[in-house]
């Protein structure tokens, strides 16, 4: 008999780990259908901005500036982005309407960073049918009067508003500077959340030499930057007990099997799509069923967090990842 893969998400039950994250392909029905089809299990459509709430109507395509950082072949992969995240009203349609066109769950995402009346919109996403929503919280501090602490405290009461306002399952996705995310992520839970997503990438900004401009491009991910969740799903897994979804840097089946031993509930994916198109998930879902038919494992749900922190013999090496050995061996072995 083969290794079952399903798994369990926000309390809702997937037929197997992996899920489209964020982004243009998820916001277009077409490439929602393809992603259904090719067998992602869940979809998480693209957010819902505090700024577009804010400036209802304003255009924020810029945001996206991929062009100048993605190859030719991989641009035939993104939808039409004319209809992309242009208002709260045209975001709720968007939401319904994939709904009735896709069985898999669909997840509503809201963005933003400042307590507001912005976060009333989850209770409209949540009217429009959503299964669950992602609070995507992208806040960078630069105001030096703000302690950590306060940071912390915005998130805490950005989650409470957004609990207050929905019953579905809500999951928030976080970027990876906290200081103790073993801390801060049980506050998280108490505040309301079901499950976090780790980790956000921020838009680091570039200077564009000939023009003497900050160019906001967005870059892809490369598959170095998933030891970073690997790492804190396989901390937080034995001290939370809500659901964990690995984002960033998952692009081939290999990095999945990982991320499930580490502790993650589900894989969610988007520069992989970008570049290998939406048909790319059944060769990655057949690869992870051989990998758990030929290891003996039964189930996924046997597979996850079985290397967890707490499971793990050489655990330490998830902490200071063992430096100083490190350092040593790569410098005599070069
Ligand atoms: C073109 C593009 C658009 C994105 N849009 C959103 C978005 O609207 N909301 C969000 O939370 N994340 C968004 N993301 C982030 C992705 O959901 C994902 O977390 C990130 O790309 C890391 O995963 P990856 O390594 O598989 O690309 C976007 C990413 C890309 C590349």
Redesign the pocket.
């Known amino acids: 008999m083969r290794a079952g893969l399903k798994t369990n998400y926000l309390g809702i039950s997937l037929q197997n780990p992996i899920v489209a ?4 392909l998820t916001g277009d029905l077409d490439t929602l259908c393809q992603l259904e089809q090719a067998g992602v299990a869940a979809a ?1 459509l ?2 819902l901005f505090e700024e577009q709430i804010s400036h209802d109507e304003q255009r924020i395509h810029a945001f ?1 500036e ?1 062009q100048s950082c993605t190859s030719a072949e991989s641009l035939s992969y993104f939808p039409r982005l004319k209809d992309y ?1 242009v208002g709260p009203h045209e975001y709720l349609r968007l939401l319904e309407a994939a709904k009735s066109t896709v069985s898999i769950p669909v997840i509503g ?1 809201l ?1 933003g960073s400042t307590p507001g009346g912005w976060a009333r919109y989850a209770e409209l996403i949540q009217e429009a049918g959503a299964d669950a929503i ?1 609070l ?1 919280i992208y806040f960078v501090a630069t105001d030096p009067t703000m302690s950590s602490a306060d940071v912390e405290q915005r998130y805490i009461d950005l989650v409470s508003t957004v609990r207050g306002a929905v019953r579905i399952p809500l999951a928030v ?1 976080i970027g990876a500077q906290f200081s103790n995310l073993t801390n801060f992520v049980p506050r998280l839970v108490r505040a309301g959340a079901n499950g976090v997503v780790l980790f ?2 921020f838009l680091e900004p570039d200077i564009d030499l000939e023009k003497l401009q900050i160019t906001p491009q ?1 870059v ?2 490369n598959r170095h ?1 998933l030891r970073l969740p690997l790492r804190w799903i396989a901390i937080l897994r034995d001290q939370v007990s809500i659901s964990l979804a690995a ?5 081939y089946p290999e990095d999945v099997i990982k991320l499930l031993l580490a502790g993650a509930d589900v894989c ?5 799509l ?1 570049r290998h198109g939406a048909e790319y998930v059944s060769e990655m879902l057949n690869a992870i069923q051989n990998w758990l038919d030929a290891h003996e494992y039964a189930s996924v749900e046997q597979l996850k967090g079985s290397m967890s922190y707490g499971n793990c013999p050489d655990s330490g090496n998830l902490e200071r990842a063992n430096y100083m050995k490190a350092i040593v061996s790569y410098t005599a072995a070069h």
């Open positions: 994250s964020a982004s243009p998480v693209p957010s996206y991929y995240n995402s963005n992602e995507n996705k956000n990438r967005l892809l991910s930057e984002t960033s840097g998952i692009h969610m994916l988007t520069s992989t970008l």
